[in-house]
């Protein structure tokens, strides 16, 4: 085992920066593999990592055809861990890749000690109302939840290797896409999350919302009522077992609950603030602050920061 060479994989460029980050704070080399425009390997050079390219991805080929390419480049490098991200298109890349390599997969990781020829590594369970850690041998699949290591200047650009490994397409072929209708958010990049519940009461609250986190730099999340019930915004940026988990620095819960369901999804935030008209609300009794208030008064306060 190389345990100076940390490998990472992702499905877009700027993810790696985090999994650069991640690799350099355990010690090790952060070494990309990628497939796709050459610009999407230059960028990954900027995050201070060595590339391994693979070349263009061809018409046809779908996210998975990577894997026995990639498959092929940890064999011969041999790595302390391989990094990516907790995200549905790397998931598969990454269960692909433990079946073929016969390593575990570990998901939702919020933390990582190296630990001899191996880690110790720290993962949500039971639907997040639980932190199991264990310990996985070299060579492990690790994907991580987003905010997991803080962004860090980077003063070194990485080099590009060019893989002489093709991608090729499977025997499933990509036959066409179509831009996705629905709004994307990168909620775990977000230093700042005003999260809205039922208790946001309307639409028009909701617009008032964006606009206050437009303002202080942040992003506006909410709880899976307000997404799949009520559709007052995308289900990218739900947060909770089923959605997205992020670790701002801070999170502002409107009309927030707080049910077990969705504080998973940040409950690792550093600094929490809860509004609810409701004392009693669940978020009530796991935050910093807690302000009784409804949640018109509150985004008219908010408004005037």
Known sequence: MNMAQILMFADVPSAYEEL????????????????????????????????????????????????????TAIKREQ????????????????????????VPVVNDVSGVTMAGDGAEVSHMVYGGAAIRTERVGAGAILLLAAGSFPAEEVTAVGDIVDEAIAIEPGAVKLVSTEERQEETVDLGAAKCVIC????????????KALEIAHKLGGEVACTRPIAEGEGWLARSRYLGVSGATVKPQIYIGVGVSGQVQHTVGMNEAAYVVAINKDKNAPLMKHCDMGIVMDADTALDVLGRL
């Not at 693979?54 to 779908?62: K, L, R, S, V, W």
């Not at 861990?81 to 073929?100: E, H, P």
């Open 79 to 102: 790595p302390a861990l391989v990094l990516s991200r907790a995200g549905k298109r790397d998931a598969l890349v990454a269960g692909r890749l433990a079946v073929r390599l016969g």
């Open 196 to 207: 809205v519940g039922r208790g946001i009461g309307s639409a028009e609250n909701v617009q």
């Open 20 to 71: 650069a980050c991640a690799a350099r704070a355990l010690g090790g080399e952060p070494v990309a593999l990628y497939a796709g425009p050459r610009a999407g390997a230059e960028e990954i050079t900027g995050y201070g990592a060595k590339v391994l390219y693979f070349g263009e991805i061809p018409a046809g080929a779908m996210a998975e055809d990577v894997v026995p390419a990639y498959e």
